[in-house]
């Protein structure tokens, strides 16, 4: 038997013994041993649950118990959650985390813990919810260098980026919508304005690249300048908006952004819809893959955590993840990378058609009924530089969206 306590009983980690409970008889089959709950840590009591009987209230009872063999951190935070698994990891004990906080600002400091005892420090439920991303990279790509990574890795801003889409329903009336569906959080923000996407792309660029990648160093847009108007446009062109994590390599060099992008129907991405997260990753070996499920949810990340629990159980004395170094990752600054731009600019298109080629190169200008007094203009390939010091000049943008190929 293995021995496990789970440190939280909020959403995941009532999911995470729910998992445990119900698919008892195939987990064990494929842990090779019983997997047993022995301890849950929260502030709270849960009278009437059954889980109340292995509720403790001091962490210390876990660290200093030496039947644990395995611990799940899935309080969210990074503190105590960091000090928490420091120690957990100190005292020989394997960890399964859903905290892409934690891993986005320490993970190499915990990786490197973990490789040093010979356990574990998993984490697959931080990036994409259920969706096997962070094993794919550790395991079947490992023969690849991996040349891009680019994902809808937010299913808040997806669900209201796809009501916007399809109903032409202003922002604020979506995001409201979705606050009342329990899609969206109370306080927003961490979704819409891109933090979440930003730490879960930090992660798999960390991953990617063997070194850290700082979140705070990613160029982050979220969707809250988004309009129905914008959504007309990419119509009109048949395309559609969502909100992109991106790393890609470039050269010696590695570009991370998350940002609103115009995506053609050709695109992998196009057709995730409603709370769905994919990831789209191209090695240069393998090729081009996708992985696409339900990024969030009860059930769902806490499947991917006991997935974590289930490999620490079979390796409980032999460190599997791929680790990245602590020493900080350059990453390419935006104004050197390249892209199109789609540009709403104020003004009749035929009068200011030869001022806005001449201004920012042959492009597509586009007209949408109904909307007067401007006109869209989706620009060829420029460098982020080059496009603001056109846009500098350039009077009358409206605002701008980026384009992916």
């Given at each position: 038997?293995?021995?496990?306590?789970?440190?939280?009983?909020?959403?995941?980690?009532?999911?995470?013994?729910?998992?445990?409970?119900?698919?008892?008889?195939?987990?064990?089959?494929?842990?090779?041993?019983?997997?047993?709950?022995?301890?849950?840590?929260?502030?709270?009591?849960?009278?009437?649950?059954?889980?109340?009987?292995?509720?403790?209230?001091?962490?210390?009872?876990?660290?200093?118990?030496?039947?644990?063999?395995i611990v799940v951190e899935v309080m969210g935070g990074i503190e105590p959650a960091y000090t928490y698994v420091k120690r957990c990891l100190e005292a020989g004990k394997s960890v399964a985390t859903s905290n892409k906080a934690l891993v986005a600002k320490h993970g190499a400091e915990l990786l490197s813990i973990a490789r040093e005892r010979e356990i574990n420090f998993l984490f697959e439920a931080s990036v994409g919810g259920g969706i096997p991303i962070i094993r794919a990279l550790n395991s079947c790509m490992t023969a690849d260098e991996i040349e891009e990574i680019t994902g809808i890795l937010n299913g808040t801003t997806n669900y209201v980026m796809t009501k916007m889409f399809y109903e032409g329903a202003d922002y604020a009336e979506v995001l409201k919508e979705a606050q009342e569906k329990g899609y969206a959080e109370r306080n927003p923000e961490a979704d819409v304005e891109g933090y979440d996407s930003c730490r879960k792309i930090a992660i798999l660029s960390s991953l990617i690249s063997g070194q850290q990648v700082d979140f705070e160093d990613i160029h982050t847009e979220g969707i809250t300048k988004i309009t129905k108007e914008d959504m007309m446009y990419a119509k009109e062109m048949g395309m559609t908006i969502k909100l992109l994590a991106s790393s890609k390599r470039h050269d010696d060099h590695l570009h991370a952004i998350v940002a609103p992008f115009l995506l053609g129907k050709e695109h992998p991405l196009y057709n995730v819809d409603d709370v769905f997260n994919a990831v789209f990753v191209r090695g240069n070996m393998l090729g081009d893959a996708m992985f696409y499920g339900s990024g969030a949810g009860k059930l769902p990340t806490a499947s991917a955590v006991v997935a974590d629990v289930v490999d620490e159980a079979k390796h409980l004395h032999r460190n599997i993840m791929t680790m990245w170094k602590s020493e900080k990752l350059e990453l390419e600054p935006i104004e050197d990378t390249s892209r199109r731009f789609f540009i709403r600019i104020s003004g009749n298109v035929e009068e200011r058609r030869a001022e806005t080629e001449k201004c920012f190169g042959p492009g597509k200008a586009v007209c949408v009924d109904g909307l007067d007094g401007e006109f869209g203009y989706l620009t060829e390939s420029m460098t982020e530089g080059e496009y603001l010091k056109k846009a500098e000049e350039f009077g009358g943008v409206i605002s701008m969206i980026r384009a992916e190929d």
């Amino acid at each position: 038997m293995v021995n496990i306590a789970v440190m939280g009983y909020g959403t995941v980690g009532s999911g995470v013994v729910e998992v445990l409970e119900r698919n008892k008889k195939i987990i064990t089959q494929r842990a090779a041993d019983e997997i047993n709950v022995k301890y849950v840590l929260d502030l709270r009591d849960f009278p009437g649950d059954p889980v109340q009987e292995k509720i403790v209230h001091d962490f210390e009872t876990i660290i200093n118990d030496p039947d644990i063999r395995i611990v799940v951190e899935v309080m969210g935070g990074i503190e105590p959650a960091y000090t928490y698994v420091k120690r957990c990891l100190e005292a020989g004990k394997s960890v399964a985390t859903s905290n892409k906080a934690l891993v986005a600002k320490h993970g190499a400091e915990l990786l490197s813990i973990a490789r040093e005892r010979e356990i574990n420090f998993l984490f697959e439920a931080s990036v994409g919810g259920g969706i096997p991303i962070i094993r794919a990279l550790n395991s079947c790509m490992t023969a690849d260098e991996i040349e891009e990574i680019t994902g809808i890795l937010n299913g808040t801003t997806n669900y209201v980026m796809t009501k916007m889409f399809y109903e032409g329903a202003d922002y604020a009336e979506v995001l409201k919508e979705a606050q009342e569906k329990g899609y969206a959080e109370r306080n927003p923000e961490a979704d819409v304005e891109g933090y979440d996407s930003c730490r879960k792309i930090a992660i798999l660029s960390s991953l990617i690249s063997g070194q850290q990648v700082d979140f705070e160093d990613i160029h982050t847009e979220g969707i809250t300048k988004i309009t129905k108007e914008d959504m007309m446009y990419a119509k009109e062109m048949g395309m559609t908006i969502k909100l992109l994590a991106s790393s890609k390599r470039h050269d010696d060099h590695l570009h991370a952004i998350v940002a609103p992008f115009l995506l053609g129907k050709e695109h992998p991405l196009y057709n995730v819809d409603d709370v769905f997260n994919a990831v789209f990753v191209r090695g240069n070996m393998l090729g081009d893959a996708m992985f696409y499920g339900s990024g969030a949810g009860k059930l769902p990340t806490a499947s991917a955590v006991v997935a974590d629990v289930v490999d620490e159980a079979k390796h409980l004395h032999r460190n599997i993840m791929t680790m990245w170094k602590s020493e900080k990752l350059e990453l390419e600054p935006i104004e050197d990378t390249s892209r199109r731009f789609f540009i709403r600019i104020s003004g009749n298109v035929e009068e200011r058609r030869a001022e806005t080629e001449k201004c920012f190169g042959p492009g597509k200008a586009v007209c949408v009924d109904g909307l007067d007094g401007e006109f869209g203009y989706l620009t060829e390939s420029m460098t982020e530089g080059e496009y603001l010091k056109k846009a500098e000049e350039f009077g009358g943008v409206i605002s701008m969206i980026r384009a992916e190929d």
